[in-house]
């Protein structure tokens, strides 16, 4: 353990790349494969299920302080996360230590925590976690917390991840990145998979990593020949993989969650298809001739089986945008044009109601892919990729291949009614925003934000709240409703759970409105024309 928090310490201490990646390599190249392996599990954020609540660790802590309950929340407020404030505060507490040998990582991970879970009697799990701080120093006992609350986050990228374990291992990193998609056992078997160059899949149900656009610079796109470039709709859905193989369907979100379950009539349109064939590209809500709003999709999302009606009232199509394997033949070297023509003689050959050809479109200037791009909106998605005919498959975000370009966001002006204090590092700090629109006389709220602003003018926002306080909720405090701020967002949509009648998508703050006095902010019914004028748009495929 004493080694991982070291790691975790560096990584949590540097904002440089390299600094970062070499942190990694010397990690992975000095610990036994038992650490290393638990060590990507951790940092890679596949944590498991949590074996102590917060609540749990609160109560231990005290029991064991005699600290009354309101302190301990005025000392939360401050810091904004239950296992740095009680790391903090027994520091100042003088627990016993008891010394006992050091443990590594994968003893701790493997056989002294999953004894919290094991035992039933609150009493002997408190007991037990009473003794691991007394022999933890504080460092560790911090990083003991995260993992046992299953909150265990750190100030790194799983390509990071990879990229010092590949420097470590001497793998490709390509290679590491697919053989660690998806959740794994983290044990020595796994390990010997992981790192024998000859192994092929550790499973049939296995994805590949997802290949990323990059944001487009219109001002930087010069390309010699816009021929060799095609442009799809960016869909306002889910990005998925579905797998073909051992004849069974698997489909995998961006996220690396197998969500087959959520989406049956999905997996269903492709029983009796050949095995070994991966296909990538998009799962939306669609009916008729146009997609719904995301909304509908959510409906779906994180639920283990899926009513008839559920079926009835949110289909659901797959917009196929590229074929990765065929006939168990990895085609990601191949350019992405032979690969979009072998999908397009796929789906001719397999035709379904429920699956889709993404039909590339070309374009001859930035101008005309502009045009294309600001038509988005009424075809229901939020921009275009451009792809260059010739790209390979591959891994994350690797910039000159493929690029985004979205719509501008929708946006309205709000006046801001609620703020609260933000967590770790901004607990001190008004962060988290509530937003209104005028319905009459009244404000009605309709999002909440907490991005957008810099530095300065949180710190200036911050000041103004505390001095414009009407009434305090717990963390929450209404103030008097004098700021405007223009408030962009994705998608809007009818929302009957909402008292404002309506939902936004991905609300930020655009700008703080200083210039404009609040009488000026926008009305609920602009909301509702906006939403109703992007809801009549005519569709195609």
């Given amino acids: 353990m004493e080694r991982f928090t070291r790691l975790f310490q560096e990584l949590d201490s540097t904002t440089s790349t390299k600094a970062k990646v070499r942190s990694l390599q010397v990690y992975f190249?000095?610990?036994?494969?038992?650490?290393?392996?638990?060590?990507?599990?951790?940092?890679?954020?596949?944590?498991?299920?949590?074996?102590?609540?917060?609540?749990?660790?609160?109560?231990?802590?005290?029991?064991?302080?005699?600290?009354?309950?309101w302190l301990f929340d005025e000392c939360y407020a401050q810091v904004g996360d239950s296992a740095e404030v009680i790391t903090l505060l027994l520091a100042d507490l003088a627990l016993t230590p008891t010394h006992p040998p050091p443990l590594a990582l994968h003893q701790w991970m493997e056989t002294i925590l999953p004894q919290a879970k094991a035992t039933s009697d609150e009493a002997e799990r408190q007991a037990l976690i009473l003794d691991w701080w007394s022999a933890l120093p504080p460092d560790q006992v911090f990083v003991l917390n995260k993992i046992l609350t299953g909150a265990f986050r750190c100030g790194v990228s799983e390509q990071l991840v990879i990229q010092g374990f590949a420097a470590a291992s001497g793998l490709d990193g390509a290679l590491l990145a697919h053989r660690l998609i998806g959740d794994f056992t983290p044990n020595l078997a796994f390990y010997a998979h992981l790192t024998n160059p000859e192994t092929g899949l550790a499973h049939a149900s296995q994805p590949y990593p997802f290949f990323l656009a990059s944001p487009l610079d219109p001002d930087r796109f010069t390309p010699e020949c816009f021929s060799?470039?095609?442009?799809?709709?960016?869909w306002d859905g889910i990005r998925a993989q579905i797998l073909r193989r051992a004849d069974q369907v698997f489909i995998w979100s961006r996220g690396e969650e197998l969500v087959t379950p959520q989406f049956p009539e999905i997996a269903a349109a492709l029983e009796g298809w050949p095995n070994g064939l991966v296909m990538d590209g998009e799962l939306l809500c669609w009916q008729q001739d146009r997609p719904l709003p995301f909304s509908h999709l959510q409906k779906r999302l994180g639920r283990k089986q899926v009513s008839k009606r559920l079926l009835a009232d949110h289909p659901v199509h797959f917009i196929a945008y590229d074929l990765l394997e065929q006939e168990g033949q990895d085609l990601r070297p191949q350019p992405l044009g032979d690969r979009q023509q072998r999908l397009a003689q796929l789906l001719q050959r397999y035709p379904h109601p429920h699956l889709h050809y993404c039909h590339p479109f070309g374009?001859?200037?930035?101008?005309?892919?502009?045009?294309?791009?600001?038509?988005?909106?009424?075809?229901?998605?939020?921009?275009?990729?451009?792809?260059?005919?010739?790209?390979?498959?591959?891994?994350?975000?690797?910039?000159?291949?493929?690029?985004?370009?979205?719509?501008?966001?929708?946006?309205?002006?709000?006046v801001l009614i609620y703020a609260q204090a933000g967590r770790g590092k901004r607990a001190n700090l008004f962060t988290d925003y509530t937003f209104a629109l005028w319905q009459g006389t009244e404000l009605v709220p309709f999002a909440k934000a907490y991005s957008g602003l810099d530095n300065q003018e949180i710190k200036a926002l911050d000041s103004w709240i505390r001095r414009h306080t009407l009434e305090?909720?717990?963390?929450?405090?209404?103030?008097?409703?004098?700021?405007?701020?223009?408030?962009?967002?994705?998608g809007i949509a009818a929302s009957p759970r909402h008292k404002s009648g309506i939902s936004v998508r991905f609300p930020r703050i655009l700008r703080w409105r200083q210039d404009k006095d609040p009488s000026a902010a926008d009305r609920l019914e602009t909301a509702r024309a906006l939403m109703l004028s992007v809801e009549d748009r005519p569709q195609d495929l």
């Fill in 228 to 234: 060799q470039w095609r442009a799809e709709w960016k």
């Fill in 472 to 490: 305090r909720f717990g963390p929450v405090r209404s103030v008097e409703p004098l700021q405007v701020f223009e408030i962009g967002f994705e």
């Fill in 363 to 414: 374009f001859e200037s930035l101008v005309e892919l502009t045009a294309h791009r600001d038509q988005a909106r009424h075809r229901g998605a939020e921009g275009v990729v451009i792809k260059a005919v010739d790209s390979p498959y591959l891994v994350g975000r690797k910039r000159g291949y493929w690029w985004k370009y979205k719509v501008d966001p929708m946006s309205l002006d709000g």
């Fill in 29 to 69: 190249e000095t610990v036994p494969p038992a650490d290393q392996v638990w060590a990507l599990y951790l940092l890679m954020g596949k944590t498991r299920r949590r074996l102590v609540t917060a609540h749990q660790l609160r109560q231990v802590f005290l029991r064991v302080s005699g600290m009354a309950e």
